[in-house]
């Protein structure tokens, strides 16, 4: 696999994950998701879910098996968001190590290519969820209001990184890569 291929993902959501809808999920038959937590669901700042995110979980829940894999070591905060959310998680998984997503899906007992890895990193979260046929879902960071005003060096630079090599990464846009010809 090429370094285009490991970084494009499947599909680019404009926004937040609370865009990925039940028609998105449906539409690609998806089984599973597999979620990274700090600024996919959370702000790196919150020890907390939001109302917004229990009301996205509960809404996805009966359609897919959902686990929570981060590369952050805190059991004390990644444990209390996995616990807001009664999901199960996984900790300290050092993505793109495939180890912890291996584990999950395990737990899931589902194949790969039946579950999505979500997250809002290229580099992490996008990698990963590529090197093991996963369908890989990039989204927009969720970051807390007084930081919103600085912009993500790290994933600024991923950006960049990516298209140089190859990668169609256009966060501004919704854009799904032609799952027929990977």
Same mark, same amino acid.
């Given at each position: 696999?090429?370094?285009?291929?490991?970084?494009?993902?499947?599909? +680019?959501?404009?926004?937040? &994950? *609370?865009? /990925? #809808?039940?028609?998105? @999920?449906?539409?690609?038959?998806?089984? $599973?998701?597999? /979620?990274? =937590?700090?600024? #996919?669901?959370?702000?790196? #700042?919150?020890?907390?879910?939001?109302?917004?995110?229990?009301?996205?979980?509960?809404? &996805?829940?009966? *359609? =897919?098996? @959902?686990? *929570?894999?981060?590369?952050? &070591?805190?059991?004390?905060?990644?444990?209390?968001?996995?616990?807001?959310?009664? /999901?199960?998680?996984?900790?300290?998984?050092? !993505?793109?190590?495939?180890?912890? &997503?291996?584990?999950? *899906?395990?737990?899931?007992?589902?194949?790969?290519?039946?579950?999505?890895?979500? $997250?809002?990193? /290229?580099? #992490?979260?996008? +990698?990963? $969820?590529?090197?093991?046929?996963?369908?890989?879902?990039?989204?927009?960071?969720?970051?807390?209001?007084?930081?919103?005003?600085?912009?993500?060096?790290?994933?600024?630079?991923? =950006?960049?990184?990516?298209?140089?090599?190859?990668?169609?990464?256009?966060? !501004?846009?919704?854009?799904?890569?032609?799952?027929?010809?990977?």
């Amino acid at each position: 696999m090429n370094w285009n291929q490991l970084l494009q993902p499947d599909l +680019i959501l404009e926004d937040s &994950i *609370l865009n /990925l #809808t039940p028609e998105i @999920i449906q539409q690609y038959e998806l089984k $599973g998701l597999v /979620l990274d =937590v700090d600024e #996919t669901l959370v702000p790196v #700042t919150v020890a907390f879910a939001s109302n917004e995110l229990l009301d996205w979980v509960n809404q &996805i829940r009966p *359609l =897919v098996k @959902i686990w *929570l894999v981060s590369n952050n &070591i805190s059991e004390n905060r990644i444990g209390s968001i996995a616990r807001s959310l009664n /999901l199960p998680y996984y900790l300290g998984a050092v !993505k793109p190590s495939r180890r912890k &997503i291996k584990q999950a *899906l395990e737990q899931m007992d589902l194949p790969a290519h039946q579950v999505a890895m979500v $997250g809002d990193r /290229l580099f #992490t979260d996008i +990698i990963v $969820g590529n090197r093991l046929g996963m369908f890989s879902v990039l989204v927009e960071p969720i970051i807390h209001p007084d930081a919103a005003m600085r912009s993500h060096p790290i994933r600024n630079f991923e =950006v960049l990184i990516s298209e140089i090599l190859g990668a169609s990464i256009s966060p !501004k846009k919704r854009r799904v890569k032609n799952l027929d010809n990977p």
